[in-house]
């Protein structure tokens, strides 16, 4: 059976995750936030106390459980929805996901899933390292503002007290970090179809993404 894949890539607050949640649920396939296995990995580093700046300090990634069930991430058991969005994980996840040895490990993970459901997969080198001959690639991007906007109200749901203007400059730096850094960093692929969701909703987006997978796999 040949089982049919999704890239979603893009900046962090993009909407990619939202959209491709929705993208799955339309499609009855298996939604794969990496994004969420990165910060999941930051909170256990913190909570075991390693030192976070030694890329060999993750051995303990051998002895992880990672299970998605309905589109959030359970780590060892436990629901990592909340605990993933704690400022001190923000603050230190493009540092964590930057050493060579843990994304070796998570796209180990990745493409094991893959290769045994379909799947929808966000992220930031989906498209380019993770599933490079996925049905379908996107590259997802809005404004600054708008990014911070949409991460602003998400954490006000779950009682965060950051303001919008510290979540600006958090999306700023994450950007750059996330751009610049020398192993997998975050870019287009070149086969990949870019989206600016600034201004339309998630809906519409989840929409044309749908059209365009649909007209792709059957050969239009």
Do not use: C, W
């Amino acid at each position: 059976m040949k089982y049919r894949s999704i890239a979603i890539d893009g900046p962090a607050g993009a909407g990619k995750s939202t959209v491709a949640k929705e993208l799955a649920k339309k499609l009855n396939y298996v939604y794969i936030d990496t994004g969420a296995m990165y910060r999941a990995t930051t909170y256990k580093a913190i909570s075991l106390g390693i030192d976070l700046t030694n890329p060999y300090s993750y051995g303990f990634l051998e002895n992880t459980n990672f299970v998605f069930r309905s589109g959030e991430l359970h780590m060892d058991g436990v629901n990592m929805t909340v605990l993933n969005r704690l400022k001190e994980v923000a603050d230190n996840v493009s540092l964590v996901s930057s050493h060579v040895p843990v994304r070796n490990k998570l796209v180990q993970l990745q493409q094991k899933i893959a290769k045994k459901n379909n799947v929808v997969m966000d992220g930031r080198d989906i498209g380019t390292v993770v599933l490079k001959d996925a049905d379908l690639k996107i590259f997802m991007i809005a404004s600054v503002h708008v990014r911070a906007k949409r991460r602003y109200e998400e954490l006000q749901s779950l009682g965060s007290k950051q303001t919008l203007e510290e979540l600006e400059e958090d999306i700023q730096r994450r950007d750059a970090y996330d751009s610049s850094r020398e192993y997998n960093p975050l870019k287009q692929a070149s086969d990949a179809i870019p989206i600016d969701t600034s201004d339309i909703s998630i809906e519409e987006v989840t929409d044309l993404l749908y059209d365009k997978f649909m007209r792709k796999i059957k050969g239009e």
